[in-house]
């Protein structure tokens, strides 16, 4: 499962420039399925023309593989690079439910980079969470 964001003020398709984003949908996508589990809104405090507008929005996104959005700035990527997160830009057209199918594709056939850097990431964790619980369960390697 990946968590996927997209600057999005309708839901239905990407259509905000990450800094002046007015908010966010987040999905939890699967390969057979994407389900909306969040979405953020940004009060004018977190808009452009305030210097802390990155922080609450990159915060926001904690957790997430990528963020779909129309732009974005040099420093918003370096921020977000920072979390992990994969900034990805595209065209207003790009409806988001095309996008999901996308990445529901993409987890299982492989071929998008940060897809495949995002899945393997998780499987690496996965198989060190379950180590270090065998040790607290008193295995022995």
Known sequence: ???VAFASTDRMRVNQHFGAAEGFAIYEVR??????????????EAMDGNEDKLAAKVD???????????AIGASAIKKLVAKGIQPIRVGEVDAVDDLLVEI???MTDGGVAWVDRAVAAQARASSEDRFAAMEDEGWEG
């Open 1 to 3: 499962m990946l968590r």
């Open 31 to 44: 390969p057979d399925k994407a389900t909306l589990v969040g979405v953020g809104e940004f009060a004018e």
């Open 60 to 70: 926001f996104l904690a957790g997430c593989a990528a963020v779909y959005v129309m």
């Open 104 to 106: 529901s594709k993409a």
